[in-house]
């Protein structure tokens, strides 16, 4: 390593680092966000406003990991299993749904204080993280279809069809870019993907910029309890969790870092009191991701202070709405082929994790697998007529296709296979 954990390098270097930093952070940011703010709001000033928090809470919690946290080199994003509670609990209302991602964030953060987390961690077998990585993916298979073929009127087909080659395209280079290249894959998807696409469909309208504090409400009107939006939400908190755990273990134990379990105290209580932050703005709420070992890897920097930059270049992205109205212009095809790409690798994560556990070596093994994941399709891709009868409370949970496979893999592994999967 050019540069170990705790070394701090001059200037330039520090910035050339950071640099690298910020544009590996910038995708997930851009991507997630986008997906949620057009989800909720239709109004480009309402959109533009919740980028303009989005960037603002994931630049100062990168840096406030960094010097009070975790103390990793680790990105942090926005969490793909709360955009699955969001997308299913849309029904309880923008309120409702943030208001349970603040208890949520409480939750987690009080698991950590007070070394709760450390006992949970037992309860995550290999089997349940890799169902849980995997249902993730298959859950948002509906948001993409529906990026895909909303972007050009009249022309779903071919939608279709660019967003399958612009995916298979990113596996091409994920594969076989070198270094520090193949960190940057989705932001080339970003530029590239809509180049093409523009040259092929046309350029879009460009959205004229909203007056000065359109659409910006800080915080959220109120705080709602929804019961199923709140019971929905702390199963997909269950998945952050597992995520958060795993990324800081994996950076940790790759840096050969000292005092892990005060690490992941800090690191998840950190990230939990930012979820609760979230909450009440009303964004999508953070997680570390694993990918950054890549990108340590790559550089031979292991620095955390490499990470300051970028969190602040994130943060400042946020005072420039019109560098955010540039990002409302991205189509939707190309949002929907990059989230293909990405639930392409969070599906990668979980088969790894399955494989080199063992994970399914008979039908038991196989059914713990098997059925939690066709539960969860079935539910996903199921109409809005067939939810119809169960009461309105309990829709968020019982039409939330990630909760009822994480239940029923929670079920077969501790309950009904038990004894046979035992040791």
């Known amino acids: 390593m050019k540069y170990r ?10 910035l050339l680092y950071g640099l690298q930093w910020w544009v590996v ?10 997906v949620v703010a057009r989800l909720h709001f239709t109004g480009i000033g309402e959109q533009v406003a919740y980028m303009q928090k989005l960037f603002w809470l994931m630049g100062i919690i990168t840096v406030v990991q960094v010097y009070r946290g975790h103390r990793l080199p680790l990105v942090v994003g926005p ?8 997308v299913a609990s849309a029904s309880a209302g923008v309120n409702a749904m943030y208001s349970a991602i603040l208890v949520g964030g409480a939750l987690l953060a009080l698991a950590a204080v007070t ?10 077998t290999p089997r349940i993280v890799a169902v849980i990585l995997v249902l993730i993916a298959f859950t948002l298979s509906p948001t993409i279809l529906r990026l895909v073929a909303g972007g050009s009127e009249g022309h779903v087909s071919a939608n279709l ?12 280079c994920n594969a076989r870019l ?3 290249w193949k960190s940057l894959t989705v932001l080339f998807g970003i530029g590239l993907g809509s180049l093409c696409h523009f040259l092929a469909f046309g350029l879009p309208a460009v959205p004229a910029m909203p007056e000065n504090g359109e659409g910006m409400r800080f915080f959220l009107s109120s705080f709602e309890l929804h019961p199923g939006a709140l019971l929905s939400f702390l199963f997909c908190f269950l998945a952050l969790t597992i995520n958060e755990l795993g990324s800081i273990e994996s950076v940790g134990h790759m840096l050969r870092a000292d005092d892990m379990d005060a690490r992941i105290k800090r690191g998840a209580g950190l990230q939990g009191a930012a979820n609760m932050a979230a909450g009440a703005l009303g964004v999508i709420g953070p997680v570390d991701f694993s990918f950054s070992a890549g990108l340590i890897t790559a550089t031979g920097c292991a620095s955390r202070f490499t990470l300051v930059p970028a969190g602040i270049a994130l943060a400042l992205c946020g005072f420039f709405p019109h560098l955010v109205l540039l990002f409302s212009c991205i189509p939707g095809v190309v949002m929907g082929a990059l989230m293909l790409y990405l639930m392409t690798t969070q ?46 409370f309990l829709r968020p949970v019982v039409g939330n296709g990630f909760v009822m496979g994480t239940v029923a893999v929670i079920l077969l592994e501790h309950v009904v296979f038990r004894k046979k999967t035992a040791g």
């Open 178 to 180: 070198p270094g520090v």
């Open 115 to 124: 070394g709760l987390l450390s006992r949970l961690r037992v309860f995550f």
């Open 161 to 172: 069809c660019f967003a399958l080659v612009m995916a298979f395209a990113l596996v091409i």
């Open 79 to 86: 969490a793909s299993t709360l955009l699955v509670g969001l």
């Open 5 to 14: 954990l705790d070394e701090k390098p001059a200037l330039v270097p520090l």
């Open 25 to 34: 952070s910038l995708p997930s940011v851009i991507i997630m966000g986008m």
């Open 347 to 392: 599906l990668a994560g979980g088969l790894t994790v399955l494989t080199q556990s063992g994970g399914v070596t008979d039908f038991a093994g196989g059914a713990i697998m098997g059925l939690p994941l066709m539960i969860g399709l079935l539910i996903s891709f199921a109409p809005p007529a067939a939810l119809g009868g169960f009461p309105e």
